[in-house]
């Protein structure tokens, strides 16, 4: 069976400090991955998503970055955090593009 | 109009009750439809797909209105373990899924 790590769970960072978080999905191959971002009471912002090794396709202009240096692997950074970066952000994959999607645990980020 | 709509809640129903929420959406073109469940501070969960058909999957009955251009979702015999935010998901193949903001549902003892 398929399933989705992200990692970690909980993350406090000051202001002006780089970020990278890590995703990485077992059982299935060439996944769709994407990346989301929640803030509090908020719906759900589609930041990254990537059909493949090296396809990153931005929705939203921002401090952030996103790579897929492996199939199965898809990494958020940032140089330099800004206070409004601070929410929870989600990693997803799907099977099609656009489909059904599986969500990672989340990471619980606060920047300060 | 914004793409998918939802009254966010929340909606506070007794034990055992029975409760229905609507999504509506703006593009006529949306193909594919889901319910997904989150728990607080968690991620969300897949509960289940519309079909055009209407679905049910044991208290949850899923309907798909295309003509009016919504989505319900109805839950049956409510238990305190339902208590969940409730996130409409709307998406054109090819095109950005889109989220609603999701309806909070408090299931009273």
């Known amino acids: 069976s398929q399933t989705i790590h992200q990692w970690p769970a909980t993350l406090v960072q000051p202001v002006g400090s780089p970020l990278s978080l890590e995703c990485t999905v077992e059982g299935t191959s060439n996944p769709n991955l994407y990346w989301y971002r929640q803030a509090a009471g908020r719906g759900l912002q589609l930041l990254f998503y990537s059909v493949g090794i090296g396809q990153i396709s931005s929705e939203v202009p921002q401090n952030l970055s996103a790579s897929r240096p492996q199939d199965r692997q898809f990494i958020l950074s940032s140089k330099k955090l800004l206070l409004s970066d601070s929410g929870f952000y989600l990693c997803a994959w799907s099977v099609q593009r656009n489909e059904k999607l599986f969500f990672g645990s989340g990471t619980q980020l606060s920047v300060l | 109009r914004k793409e998918v709509e939802q009254d966010p809640g929340p909606f506070n129903v007794p034990e055992g009750a029975t409760v229905a929420f609507n999504c509506t959406y703006s593009?006529?073109?949306?193909?594919?439809f889901f319910w997904y469940r989150q728990d607080c501070r968690k991620e969300p969960k897949l509960l289940m797909s519309v079909y055009s058909s209407g679905n049910e999957d044991g208290r949850f009955t899923a309907q798909l209105n295309r003509a009016s251009q919504y989505i319900s979702l109805l839950i049956r015999d409510s238990k305190l373990s339902d208590s969940a935010t409730y996130l409409c998901v709307v998406n054109k193949r090819d095109d950005k899924i889109i989220f609603g903001k999701g309806t909070r549902l408090h299931i009273l003892p």
């Open positions: 593009n006529s073109a949306s193909q594919s």
